[in-house]
């Protein structure tokens, strides 16, 4: 049992039950004699503690696989904190983080993409996200990957028979049919990872940090690019003396915007702390917004924050296009005051990220099946590569051992192999009550 709302006020606040016991507790906290109709939105009294919505999922037929009951009450945490010690008392106990999704798995309701899903669409940003844990949800990666483990299957069942039949000289496959078989797979497979890099950065969302010398106009980009005025924006030098982020949607993807403090010399201890943290937040992004003052020649500490950057993915800007031209005509002109460039900003950020902005979401995103798929790709290839050399008999037991590691790693993906080790740590990835 747990709350399955966010914690604080809200206009309804949802308590959870699973499990053999749930209908039976539920009713022993609404202090009702009936059962509870199944899949009916039930008004009833907690005793001295709410008005509350009940309604009762029989298993199978529940996001857990079990019974659950979700009582609806108003959104207080001490309503909620109530309920959850009376159904204590009635012998329910707390659920860990992501229990109730691990059930659902566990019970066979959802394979291990889709329970990835929902902790994807409940931690998506971008409505691109959304979409591609929502497709992932709905199975399309399950489907895709089922429908290549059984060709794997298939051919598997034939080289057994090959093998077993050996003696007697049947082939229950040749060895034209074999080689060709493979090698469409392998182009299933990758063309399933070929997304995959446009994939992890939709799903998994990346750093840019804006970096340059003070008082160029990064605080003032920061907030044109975001949309609100967070940092705060003045004529002084040496404004911005943390890192300050935000999370924007550029074009589907997750972007975290880091805003920090101009490089230079600093001035006393907080401005070295700061400068210490710029020049970490610049190491660590993926890409870095270098900005220059395009109004004024570029001096000696232009020039060296431009040789610091010159190894990594970057985007240099020319900003204050709007007070005039100093003729840097290799860097974008933007104005972060009259918004002029922003959209090219924008477009030059993607390129330089090397992705397409595209709308329909990518097939895969998730590193974990990226990397399963990579190895059943590597295995398949072995395989085709063993099934191209002379000698029957040797080569269809290798070629066998090889598919058998790959239908094992697509088996990892889905969970039906995946050690305990991994479940656990995509599990606590889970909010409690999900
Ligand atoms: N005309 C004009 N002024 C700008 C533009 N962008 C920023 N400014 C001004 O330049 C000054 C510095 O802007 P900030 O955004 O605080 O600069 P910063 O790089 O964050 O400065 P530090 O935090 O001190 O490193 C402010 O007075 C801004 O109003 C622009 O595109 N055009
Ligand atoms: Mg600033």
Redesign the pocket.
């Known amino acids: 049992m747990a709350v399955a709302t966010p914690a604080g006020r809200s206009g309804i606040g949802v308590v959870r039950l699973s499990g053999a016991g749930a209908e039976t507790i539920a009713r022993t906290l609404v202090a009702r004699d009936r059962p509870l109709q199944p899949r009916h939105a039930t008004f009833v009294r907690i005793a001295a503690c709410d008005q509350v919505v009940a309604t009762f999922f029989p298993g199978p037929h529940s996001y857990t696989g079990e019974d659950v009951v979700e009582i609806s009450a108003h959104g207080s945490p001490v309503i909620l904190a109530g309920i959850v010690s009376a159904a204590m008392g009635g012998g329910a106990r707390l659920a860990e983080p992501g229990e109730f999704t691990l059930r659902a798995f566990l019970n066979g309701r959802i394979d291990l993409p889709q329970a990835e899903a929902v902790a994807d669409l409940i931690d998506a940003v971008t409505p691109l996200q959304a979409r591609a844990a929502f497709d992932q949800l709905e199975g399309t990666l399950t489907d895709a990957i089922a429908g290549i483990d059984q060709t794997l299957f298939d051919l598997v069942a034939r080289l057994e028979a090959s093998v077993d039949f050996s003696e007697e000289g049947y082939h229950f496959i040749a060895p034209q049919e074999l080689s060709g078989a493979l090698g469409q797979l392998m182009t299933r497979i990758s063309s399933l990872v070929a997304d995959g890099r446009r994939g992890r950065l939709v799903r998994e969302g990346l750093q840019l940090a804006?970096v340059?010398?003070?008082?160029?106009?990064?605080?003032?980009?920061?907030?044109?690019l975001s949309g609100a005025s967070r940092?705060?924006?003045?004529?002084?030098?040496?404004?911005?003396?943390d890192l300050i982020t935000e999370v924007i949607d550029l074009q589907g993807l997750r972007v975290t915007l880091v805003?920090?403090?101009?490089?230079?010399p600093p001035a006393d201890i907080v401005e070295a702390e700061g400068v210490a943290r710029a020049r970490r937040a610049r190491d660590v992004a993926d890409l870095v917004l270098v900005?220059v003052?395009?109004?004024a020649p570029l001096d000696a500490e232009d020039e060296e924050i431009l040789d610091e950057t010159v190894d990594v993915r970057r985007v240099v800007v020319s900003?204050?296009?709007?007070?005039g031209d100093n003729g840097q005509a290799e860097f974008l002109r933007?104005?972060?005051?009259?918004g002029?460039g922003l959209g090219a900003l924008r477009a030059e950020l993607m390129r330089a990220l090397d992705v397409e902005a595209r709308d329909d979401p990518p097939a895969i995103t998730n590193l974990r099946h990226i990397a399963l798929l990579e190895r059943a790709y590597d295995s398949v290839s072995r395989a085709r590569a063993a099934a191209g050399a002379d000698g029957a008999r040797l080569s269809e037991e290798f070629v066998l051992a090889d598919l058998q590691e790959a239908r094992a790693a697509l088996e990892e993906i889905s969970g039906r192999r995946t050690p305990d080790d991994v479940l656990a740590h995509i599990f606590a990835r889970f909010c409690i009550g999900k």
């Open positions: 804006i340059g010398k003070p008082n160029v106009g990064k605080s003032s980009l920061f907030n044109a940092a705060i924006v003045t004529d002084v030098p040496g404004t911005t003396r805003d920090t403090a101009g490089l230079r900005v003052d395009g109004s900003n204050k296009a709007d007070l933007v104005s972060a005051r009259t002029d």
